[in-house]
């Protein structure tokens, strides 16, 4: 079974860039999509950039301009660039494969923290 394995989080002040990137154990066959997500305490998990297997993107709309989401096939990696960080970002970040049949893979999550 695969696992996603998210790196890059941490500490970062407002305006400031941050790449997250995910990777997959072993390659992950009939994706669907590959996606981040990101929660915050009490709150549902919210869905911030999606890249489907056509390449077309979708972004939540608080992270429009910002953020970027990319995949690289060959290293089975799912990336996502923020740039112009808001304290607003602040959350774990998750990675997500979505599957042919509608199964979810979810990374660990990691941390990131905007703040002076």
């Known amino acids: 079974q695969a696992r996603l394995v998210e790196s890059g989080g941490g500490l970062v002040q407002p305006g400031g860039s941050l790449r997250l990137s995910c990777a997959a154990s072993t390659r992950i066959y009939n994706i669907k999509t590959r996606a981040w997500y990101r929660q915050v305490p009490g709150k549902q998990r919210e869905l911030v950039a999606v890249i489907t297997s056509e390449d077309s993107t979708n972004y939540a709309e608080s992270v429009k301009g910002r953020f970027t989401i990319s995949r690289d096939n060959a290293k089975n990696t799912v990336d996502l660039q923020m740039t112009s960080l808001k304290p607003e970002d602040t959350a774990i970040y998750y990675c997500?494969?979505?599957?042919?049949?509608?199964?979810?893979?979810w990374g660990q999550g990691t941390q990131v923290t905007v703040s002076t």
């Open positions: 997500n494969i979505k599957i042919r049949s509608d199964y979810n893979y």
